[in-house]
T-cell receptor, first 117, second 111 residues
């Protein structure tokens, strides 16, 4: 069964620095999709960035980028030049392509990021 | 502008009452979802709808049912609500296996 694990419960960083949030996953499928979402203080869940397993290049989107290490089943989220408004809970998620419930998205437990001035 | 809209944002009900949570999307996505979020448990999938009248149970369907009569609209129904159904409910939609887009959530309290 698929599983997503985020071991960092909370992280605090200084504004304008770079932060990496870890995520490891378990899957038997050779094709899958990995996502990072941000949940703001108001509760909104916002899509940030996505990595398809067959792509070797790490995805980037604005000041978000991914460190995809397929042999380690790891997908880290890197935020550069952090801003106060990046303070939020970040969720890693995975969807398998070939499972019987192909549309199911499984989430990690989340990492709370606090960016301080 | 891509949007998933949930109504209402906040809802208080008494145990045993029926609850209707509504969700709409304007992206013509065929797949829609209902999740609930509880502290320490993360986001748990309740139901998936692959299109009109094509619904499948997720991981925690007990106590819930859904209705999808139009592609842009997906409802979650709690018949005779229970206190352990107090939670934040999120609706989402996607185009096939593509990215999920979430609504703003409904905070349901069952007294």
């Amino acid at each position: 069964a698929q599983k997503v694990t985020q071991t960092q419960t909370s992280i605090s960083v200084m504004e304008k620095t770079t932060v990496t949030m870890d995520c490891v996953y378990e899957t038997r499928d050779s094709s899958y999709f990995l996502f990072w979402y941000k949940q703001t203080a108001s509760g909104e869940i916002v899509f940030l960035i996505r990595q398809d397993s067959y792509k070797k290049e790490n995805a980037t989107e604005g000041h978000y980028s991914l460190n995809f290490q397929k042999p380690k089943s790891s997908i880290g989220l890197i935020i550069t030049a952090t801003q106060i408004e990046d303070s939020a809970v970040y969720f890693c998620a995975m969807r398998e392509e070939a499972s019987s419930s192909f549309s199911k998205l499984v989430f990690g437990q989340g990492t709370s990021l606090s960016v301080v001035p | 502008d891509m949007k998933v809209t949930q109504m209402p944002r906040y809802l208080i009900k008494r145990m045993g009452e029926n609850v209707l949570l509504e969700c709409g999307q304007d992206m013509s996505h065929e797949t829609m979802y209902w999740y609930r979020q509880d502290p320490g448990l993360g986001l748990q999938l309740i139901y998936i709808s692959y299109d009109v009248d094509s619904n499948s149970e997720g991981d925690i369907p007990k106590g819930y049912r859904v209705s999808r009569k139009k592609r842009e609209h997906f409802s979650l129904i709690l018949d005779s609500a229970k206190t352990n159904q107090t939670s934040v409910y999120f609706c989402a939609s996607s185009l096939g296996t593509q990215t999920l887009y979430f609504g703003s959530g409904t905070r349901l309290t069952v007294l």
